[in-house]
């Protein structure tokens, strides 16, 4: 602790907050549980409907579609009902899907269920960061908002491992099961998510400071802390900092409602909320563009170019994609406040220029020689692994975390349902079209492109994206402002320790 701060450490996780955050994330594992089971499930779907390639690929890209109507939805009804019951409406929707789909006797059945599941997954998607950034202190902002994409990962090999576990049972059944029994843990988030606490930082927007003063106690690790922070968000929201009334009322040029957000993020932004946009729709843009849902999606079929021809050992592979991509997440979860946002978003892009194309150079090699050429065939498997390994040490995690923290609390909500829409749409747009990109340009030739947009998103990031660790979440548009003398900010950090 920095001389000059009282109580404890305030750099040590708070227990409640955390638990929080943990809580929040379970919707991202049950969101990453269907991404991961789909890959397998596709295998078995496209036997029993004996689809076609086009149609494999609507099925695996309409959910992320339905996604982006499902975040732009998320970003307003949090602002209006809090970020707590939006978790429980989103557990809803995916249930309903869940039953669909593994009901599913037909295409089109299947379809409607990942259209509605895509709903649920674009709430679960907008709001899991936004709260876990809201319950936290700046110096840990970055392990507890990075809980989602773990969970993310944590659901994508349960799927990959309900693959492999139900493969074995009939063909009616097994892909039904893989993808309908993620309606129970749904089931029990909804209900649970009731106990958890809403987010201080939205019920002071709504001016409800006695309970958010409460929560404010519980979420941070002593009571200086707990004051601090509390008058930061007083502050930002144009409430007197030494205001202790219970309720208050909020000024209408604050407040988060109306046509009047819209238009002042998106066509009268000031220069700093212009520049916060740009990082926040940009990071969102190129987490998809530089091709992981290739990788994640299409993994078998990535291997079975590489030589792997068994639909067993094809699944078998794709439990290492998802353990390399839980293990890298959770190392990514422990650095992200000690390195910062920034290295670790440039280490990891720099890493995939490298190991995109290398397997573009392996894969290609390994189609021309027949599959003669083994060493070609184990290294496009390497380094599929390694393009996992470097998107979940920096892009995946940071890209959550970064649009959670950035946007001011009035434009929070619709801002960061902005950049997960267009995560959605990117997301759907490799999914739905990886396929037929692979059979115009062959499979390699698409991770050479994956690589060139690479190289575009390491230029972008270097040059627009400010470094936040460290930072509470209504500094942010001082970070975001060139050439603001940052001495104001660094006088407040020493004040409480940098909480």
């Known amino acids: 602790m920095e001389k000059g701060t009282a109580g404890e450490n305030p750099t040590r996780i708070n227990k409640?907050?955390?638990?929080?955050?943990?809580?929040?994330?379970?919707?991202?594992?049950?969101?990453?549980?269907?991404?991961?089971?789909?890959?397998g499930a596709m295998i078995f779907v496209k036997k029993e409907f004996k689809i076609s390639d086009a149609k494999t690929e609507v099925l695996a890209g309409i959910l992320n579609l339905c996604a982006l109507v499902g975040s732009l939805s998320a970003g307003r009804t949090s602002d209006y009902i809090g970020r707590r019951y939006t978790i429980?409406?989103?557990?809803?929707?995916?249930?309903?899907?869940?039953?669909?789909?593994?009901?599913?006797?037909?295409?089109?059945?299947?379809?409607?269920?990942?259209?509605?599941?895509?709903?649920?997954?674009?709430?679960?998607?907008?709001?899991?960061?936004?709260?876990?950034?809201?319950?936290?202190?700046?110096?840990?902002?970055?392990?507890?908002?990075?809980l989602p994409e773990v969970g993310i990962s944590i659901g994508i090999l349960l799927g990959y491992?309900?693959?492999?576990?139900?493969?074995?049972?009939?063909?009616?059944?097994?892909?039904?099961?893989?993808?309908?029994?993620?309606a129970i843990p749904s089931l029990f988030l909804a209900i649970g998510?009731?106990?958890?606490?809403?987010?201080?930082?939205?019920l002071i927007m709504k001016g409800r400071l006695g309970e958010a003063k409460e929560i404010m106690y519980k979420v941070s690790n002593d009571p200086e802390e707990a004051e601090f922070r509390l008058r930061e968000i007083k502050k930002a929201m144009g409430i007197d900092e030494n205001c202790d009334d219970d309720i208050v009322k909020i000024p209408d040029s604050v407040k988060s409602q109306g046509e009047g957000v819209w238009k002042e993020l998106l066509l009268k932004p000031t220069k700093s909320l212009r520049w916060i946009l740009i990082a926040g729709i940009g990071i969102h843009f190129f987490e998809h563009a530089t091709g992981i849902e290739a990788v994640i999606l299409y993994s078998h079929k990535i291997f079975d170019k590489a030589g792997v021809h068994d639909h067993k050992h094809q699944i078998l592979a794709t439990v290492g994609v998802g353990l390399t991509k839980l293990t890298f997440i959770l190392l990514s979860t422990?650095?992200?406040d000690r390195v910062g946002r920034r290295k670790l978003?440039?280490?990891?892009?720099?890493?995939?220029?490298?190991?995109?194309?290398?397997?573009?150079?392996?894969?290609?090699?390994a189609e021309h020689s027949g599959g003669k050429l083994i060493?070609?065939?184990?290294?496009?498997?390497?380094?599929?692994?390694?393009?996992?390994?470097?998107?979940?040490?920096?892009?995946?995690?940071?890209?959550?975390?970064?649009?959670?923290e950035i946007f001011p609390l009035k434009f929070r909500g619709l801002g960061v349902g902005i950049g997960v829409a267009v995560n959605r749409l990117m997301n759907a747009t490799v999914s739905m079209s990886f396929l037929s990109i692979s059979a115009a340009i062959t499979t390699g030739?698409?991770?050479?492109?994956?690589?060139?947009?690479?190289?575009?998103?390491?230029?972008f990031f270097y040059f627009f994206l400010p470094e936040t660790k460290g930072k509470s979440l209504e500094e942010m548009e001082a970070v975001f402002t060139r050439g603001t003398c940052s001495k104001d900010v660094v006088s407040k950090e020493v004040e409480i320790g940098k909480y």
């Open 445 to 459: 030739g698409a991770f050479f492109m994956f690589a060139g947009i690479s190289v575009i998103a390491l230029i």
């Open 16 to 39: 409640y907050a955390c638990a929080c955050a943990i809580v929040a994330s379970m919707i991202s594992i049950i969101f990453g549980y269907d991404t991961g089971v789909m890959s």
């Open 375 to 404: 060493w070609a065939l184990v290294l496009s498997i390497i380094t599929t692994y390694a393009v996992v390994m470097f998107f979940n040490i920096g892009l995946g995690p940071v890209t959550w975390v970064y649009t959670a």
């Open 88 to 146: 429980v409406i989103a557990s809803v929707i995916f249930l309903c899907g869940s039953v669909v789909m593994g009901y599913g006797p037909s295409y089109a059945v299947l379809l409607l269920g990942r259209c509605i599941a895509g709903v649920g997954v674009g709430f679960a998607l907008m709001i899991a960061p936004v709260y876990s950034a809201e319950v936290s202190s700046p110096s840990t902002r970055g392990f507890l908002t990075s």
């Open 345 to 365: 978003l440039l280490t990891s892009l720099s890493g995939m220029v490298v190991t995109l194309t290398g397997l573009g150079i392996f894969l290609t090699l």
């Open 161 to 182: 491992l309900s693959n492999y576990i139900f493969s074995g049972l009939p063909l009616r059944l097994g892909w039904r099961i893989m993808l309908g029994i993620a």
């Open 193 to 202: 998510i009731i106990k958890m606490p809403e987010s201080p930082r939205w």
């Open 334 to 336: 422990l650095l992200i």
